[in-house]
């Protein structure tokens, strides 16, 4: 039986646009750059509208800062990118005390991020591992050549 359907066409081009942009390579190595810091505290409004006491920021929320501010591609954040994250920890803030529309929000703005594989494989960042440190070489010149390649 034939297959139905249009014939393929002998076209040398298989998509109509190309990519508009290739995977970012990030060494896999923590990040150790300037991280801004985290308020120490945060205002929870009431249910009547009014803001409440200052709390201090839940003890997941600072846990969570910490490796996420640690993330390899987190060389490739801008101030306003480190932005965005800083007030996703306050969302976070919101999500571990229990907010369940934070939580949504959390794994949505997780998701820009790239905190998890998948969300970088969306984002096109690829983690290689780094190159090798390679070994000093001896500065004094070899006296002779069975000093530099050993004798037979």
Known sequence: MAIRGPKPKNSSRLHRESRAQGWQDVENVPYAG???SLPRTRVIMGKDGRPGAPVPLHKLTRQWWKAVSRMPHCVLWSPSDWAFARTTALVADMAYRGNVSAATELRNREKIMGT??????????????PAPVSAVPDPRPAENLEELYGAD
């Open 34 to 36: 300037r991280v801004p």
């Open 116 to 129: 998890t594989s998948e969300a970088r494989r969306d984002l096109r960042i690829n983690y290689v591992d």
